[in-house]
């Protein structure tokens, strides 16, 4: 079966230092990753796909087949970037989304 | 980008009852639902497949009579707490995948908090 690990529960980072959270996967498939962020009182919502390769808000991510892992990085952190984030995998034929248990960033002013 | 839409947002009710939450896409039509329970400080954990017109599909370990899930229209799923208690308390999410759009994204309700008294 497939599984998501965020191994980080919580995370600080001071304004303007880089951001890297987390997020390692066992599948034994072609998997999609994703990165979805939920801001204070708002609802999930998609932040980047690996397969899109864009760049969000500043932040990117990318797959690493060989380390099995889908790090989500920002080079300057920025205030507004306190939210939580949950890693997600897709895996290939399916459409059920399995999430990691998600990582709280909060930017120190 | 497109939206769903939960509710009630916020729902408290006595042991025993039973709860409707509803779940609309608002601007697109979704075959699909997915139902979703998060405990707190917990990830999200997938309950249900909602299919339009036909059976639910359930992941293992989910009592399906004491979840019922309805999918009667292309833009509207509701998941049913039966003789709901206090263990069933907890954050209930849905999504739904909008096919038209250019990537197939998942789009999430804004979840609705189900406390049992």
């Known amino acids: 079966a497939q599984r998501v690990t965020q191994p980080e529960k919580l995370l600080s980072v001071f304004k303007g230092a880089p951001v890297e959270l987390k997020c390692n996967y066992s599948?034994?498939?072609?998997?999609?990753l994703f990165w979805y962020v939920q801001y204070s009182r708002q609802r999930l919502q998609l932040l980047l796909r690996?397969?899109s390769r864009e760049s969000i808000k500043g932040f990117t991510a990318d797959l690493n087949k060989g380390e099995t892992s889908f790090h989500l990085k920002k080079p300057f952190a920025q205030e507004e970037d306190s939210a939580m984030y949950y890693c997600?995998?897709?895996?290939?034929?399916?459409?059920?989304?399995?999430f990691g248990t998600g990582t709280r960033l909060t930017i120190i002013p | 980008g497109a939206v769903v839409s939960q509710h009630p947002s916020w729902v408290i009710c006595k042991s025993g009852t039973s709860v409707k939450i509803e779940c609309r896409s608002l601007?697109?039509?979704?075959?699909?639902m997915f139902w979703y329970r998060q405990f707190p400080k917990q990830s999200l954990m997938l309950m249900a497949t909602?299919?339009?017109?036909?059976?639910?599909?359930?992941e293992q370990g989910v009592e399906k009579d004491k979840f019922l899930i309805n999918h009667a229209s292309l833009t509207l799923s509701t998941l049913t707490v039966t003789s709901a208690h206090p263990e069933d308390s907890s954050f209930y999410i849905c999504?739904?995948?909008?096919?038209?759009?250019?990537?197939?994204?998942?789009?999430f309700g804004e979840g609705s908090r189900l406390t049992v008294l």
């Open positions: 601007d697109f039509q979704a075959t699909t």
């Open positions: 999504s739904a995948r909008d096919l038209t759009g250019r990537t197939g994204e998942l789009f």
């Open positions: 997600a995998l897709l895996r290939f034929g399916n459409e059920k989304l399995t």
């Open positions: 599948y034994s498939g072609s998997p999609e």
């Open positions: 909602s299919n339009e017109g036909s059976k639910a599909t359930y």
């Open positions: 690996h397969i």
